[in-house]
């Protein structure tokens, strides 16, 4: 596929670039460079080859999903304890604005 010089100019204008008009061919013929090797990847046959969403055959590892019953015990307390300041389970930070 080739792009004319105005299609270029036109892309550039949906896109809200600022080209030179001086570099439009060379934009020109770079973008037809990209959609001829786009057309020819889309003329391989992959009927054969298995759709995959990862390179690798993995499981995604996922925690269990497990209800707590008391949830103002589940961890806040133990980071808490490690911070400068806390109060009331909310973390006391310097003030930055006034």
């Known amino acids: 596929m080739s792009l004319q010089s105005r299609d270029v ?3 550039a204008h949906l896109a809200r670039l600022a080209i030179d008009a001086s570099e439009v061919p060379q934009y020109a013929q770079s ?3 990209i959609l001829d ?4 990847l889309n003329s391989v046959n992959t009927e054969t080859i298995a759709p995959m969403s990862h390179p690798l055959a993995m499981a995604q590892r996922l925690r269990p999903d497990l209800v707590d ?3 103002g015990e589940t961890g806040r307390d133990q980071f808490q304890a490690h911070a400068p ?6 973390y006391l930070v310097p ?3 006034e």
């Open 31 to 33: 973008l037809s460079s």
């Open 95 to 97: 003030r930055v604005v």
């Open 37 to 40: 090797l786009v057309d020819s």
């Open 9 to 11: 100019e036109y892309i």
């Open 85 to 90: 300041q806390v109060s009331d389970g909310l």
């Open 69 to 71: 019953a008391n949830p």
